[in-house]
């Protein structure tokens, strides 16, 4: 299986559920990246990963809690979530993270998730 | 005033037409500057990066004016499937956050009609 892959592809939970979004890329990459698409915004970067390292953190809600086990695997940890967090959350990756060199970013397919 | 601005269209134009999208950008200490290309119900893709001197690529040319902050995206002889959201991508230093952002915009909605 080739590029970034996520899983689940669409989700539906309640507000006082816990779950997991994952997401895996196959292209040797060393950044790894979460962004929220709601309808009407523009696509929001949540988290970066830089070698399993946090390097950005762009206030987003501790109800949000990212995981980075090793370069090819990202884990967004949800839990007691809003309604207003429905949302396509995308996961990206590209070669590396840094401030002198803007690297493209390769996109997952997302993962639609409605908060009932 | 917003970090990131498009006219988020819809742009309707007739196969074969040239059209024009514009971006503009409030922050002065960007540095880096893509257009992204989003088919609906897909996740975005790197259609190209921004120059300082401009750039082409085949039928898309891209310009940039750092002094008026926006950058532009020209498509001639418009196929149909060039039909997408194209989004405006800009990386650039934020002193309040004291780091490095990537910023989208909404992005602007491209028709190209039979």
């Not at chain 1, 809690?65 to 309604?83: A, G």
């Amino acid at each position: 299986e080739t590029g970034v892959t996520q899983t689940p592809r669409h989700l539906v939970m309640g507000m006082t559920n816990k779950k997991s979004l994952k997401c895996e890329q196959h292209l040797g990459h060393n950044a790894m990246y979460w962004y929220k698409q709601s309808a009407k915004k523009p696509l929001e970067l949540m988290f970066v990963y830089s070698l399993e390292e946090r390097v950005e953190n762009n206030s987003v809600p501790s109800r949000f809690s990212p995981e980075c086990p090793n370069s090819s695997h990202l884990f967004l940890h949800l839990h007691t979530l809003q309604p207003e967090d429905s949302a396509l959350y995308l996961c990206a990756s590209s070669q590396d993270w840094s401030s002198t060199i803007t690297y493209e970013q390769y996109f997952g397919p997302g993962t639609r998730l409605t908060v009932t | 005033r917003k970090e990131v601005e498009q006219d988020p269209g819809p742009f309707n134009v007739p196969e074969g037409a040239t059209v024009a999208f514009n971006c503009t950008y409030s922050n002065s200490a960007s540095q880096s500057f893509f257009w992204y290309r989003q088919d609906c119900r897909k996740e975005p893709k790197l259609l190209m990066s921004v120059y300082s001197s401009g750039n082409e690529d085949g039928r898309f040319t891209a310009q940039l004016n750092r002094a008026s902050q926006y950058i532009s995206l020209l498509i001639r002889d418009s196929k149909l499937s060039d039909s997408a959201t194209y989004l405006c991508v800009v990386k650039g230093f934020y002193s309040g956050a004291g780091s490095y952002q990537l910023t989208f915009g909404k992005g602007t909605k491209l028709s190209v009609i039979p």
